[in-house]
């Protein structure tokens, strides 16, 4: 916030030496003298003479506030931001951040929890995954089947996928800054914004086609892991080096929502609001996190799912792929989240857009997810609905389907 005592003209009081204000603030003077050499929390007065800093009471709120944002982790660089705001938003940032700690430990308490299931059911295993095959391209593309021996077997009978994408500019937009892929090996979603959105989500998926890890399904499932987050890194450089062109690349980016497959397992690489569901059993599941402020607002109670739907404005992302600035729309660039996903036969995938999931019900997901017969019509269906519902965003959906082969 931006606090008295940043200049000597904004002294209040009576002014107290560093001692005594580090009682008055229960800090202590070298936390004090760090605080401003980092420019967080500047004296009121510093004697031209001496050197003694002299600070004006009112200040102490400040000096607290430095001290609590220290010890939530909040990054320095970001605490000279908060303290630079007013008080409302100051707050929302802090919102934010929080949000994103909490979505990051949540990402690594899910890998811990792989992680402890792989290592203490020794010999276990998972359903075959399809080998690598020829891709397709982009919108409207459909991936040929792809067969895969079953674990440990003659290969005489395996799965297979199945898969088809489709973008749509919608109803009110006049450019289309989404981006689908549908291919034996990778299925995707990327929604950009800002000037290099278009640059920026064809940039993350280009960077995924070319992964030819795990082809022989020989690798490891930490190796699968590793594999995962080096492709995660690519698409990140490739994002950058997309918008660095553009007028306003602090401004643009992606999120990406990816599932690439290998000879035994599939691995999901997912950043932002875009979304993965898996219908299995008759019912749809979403196995992907919204790194968004309103999903973490729905997370600690202060606004409902029935809220959140008419929650006006841009959504603000607190992960994305981005430009090296911090862009306006996002509270923070980040790496994406990586983990294994066990897949089984009758499996479907929907992978999509907020301007999907944000605008069509998710019992109308479902059903149209559970009545079409094939991705392709999958896909058609689901673009349809979005455009009935006012179509006011680009759209991008890919569908895939485990199946059977003898």
């Known amino acids: 916030?931006?606090?008295?005592?940043?200049?000597?003209?904004?002294?209040?009081?009576?002014l107290v030496t560093i001692g005594e204000f580090a009682r008055l603030s229960r800090l202590s003077a070298k936390a004090l003298r760090r605080y401003d050499e980092l420019g967080l929390l500047r004296p009121a007065?510093?004697?031209?003479?001496?050197?003694?800093?002299?600070?004006?009471?009112?200040q102490a709120e400040g000096a607290r506030l430095v001290a609590w944002l220290r010890r939530i982790g909040m990054p320095l660089n970001r605490i000279g931001r908060v303290v630079a705001l007013d008080a409302g938003a100051a707050a929302v940032e802090i919102r934010a951040y929080w949000a994103r700690v909490e979505a990051e430990t949540a990402a690594r308490r899910d890998l811990a929890m792989y992680l402890v299931d792989h290592l203490s059911a020794e010999g276990r295993t998972m359903s075959r995954?399809?080998?690598?095959?020829?891709?397709?391209?982009?919108?409207?593309?459909?991936?040929?089947?792809?067969?895969?021996?079953?674990?440990?077997?003659?290969?005489?009978?395996?799965?297979?996928?199945?898969?088809?994408?489709?973008?749509?500019?919608?109803?009110?937009?006049?450019?289309?800054?989404?981006?689908?892929?549908?291919?034996?090996?990778?299925?995707?979603?990327?929604?950009?914004?800002?000037?290099?959105?278009?640059?920026?989500?064809?940039?993350?998926?280009?960077?995924?086609?070319?992964?030819?890890?795990?082809?022989?399904?020989?690798?490891?499932?930490?190796?699968?892991?590793?594999?995962?987050?080096?492709?995660?890194?690519?698409?990140a450089r490739a994002v950058r080096d997309a918008v660095a062109p553009s007028a306003a690349p602090d401004g643009s980016g992606t999120t990406l929502t990816a599932m690439l497959w290998t000879g035994s397992r599939l691995g999901l690489v997912?950043?932002?609001?875009?979304?993965?569901y898996l219908l299995r059993g008759g019912e749809l599941f979403r196995i992907t996190y919204d790194h968004?402020?309103?999903?973490?607002?729905?997370?600690?109670?202060?606004?409902?799912?029935?809220?959140?739907?008419?929650?006006?404005?841009?959504?603000?992302?607190l992960k994305a792929l981005a430009g090296e600035a911090r862009p306006a729309a996002v509270a923070v660039a980040c790496r994406p989240d990586v983990r294994l996903q066990e897949v089984l036969a009758g499996d479907r995938y929907l992978l999509c857009s907020d301007g999907l999931s944000a605008v069509v019900d998710e019992a109308d997901l479902r059903a149209a997810v559970v009545a079409a017969e094939d991705p392709e019509e999958a896909v058609r269906r689901l673009v349809g609905l979005a455009r009935e519902a006012g179509g006011p965003d680009n759209v991008a959906c890919a569908v895939a389907d485990v199946v059977v082969e003898g």
């Open 270 to 276: 997912h950043i932002g609001d875009s979304r993965a």
């Open 292 to 317: 968004s402020l309103v999903q973490s607002m729905i997370d600690d109670g202060s606004l409902s799912p029935e809220e959140a739907v008419s929650q006006p404005g841009p959504a603000l992302l």
């Open 1 to 14: 916030m931006e606090r008295e005592g940043r200049a000597v003209g904004a002294v209040s009081g009576k």
């Open 129 to 235: 995954m399809p080998d690598n095959a020829d891709s397709t391209e982009n919108t409207g593309s459909s991936g040929r089947s792809d067969r895969v021996g079953a674990p440990g077997g003659s290969g005489a009978v395996g799965l297979a996928i199945r898969c088809a994408a489709l973008t749509d500019i919608g109803v009110v937009r006049t450019a289309n800054q989404d981006a689908a892929f549908a291919g034996p090996r990778l299925l995707a979603v990327a929604d950009g914004f800002g000037e290099g959105g278009a640059e920026a989500s064809a940039a993350a998926i280009e960077a995924l086609k070319p992964s030819t890890w795990g082809r022989d399904g020989a690798l490891s499932a930490a190796d699968l892991l590793n594999a995962l987050e080096d492709t995660a890194d690519s698409a």
């Open 45 to 58: 007065l510093v004697d031209p003479v001496n050197g003694y800093r002299y600070y004006d009471p009112a």
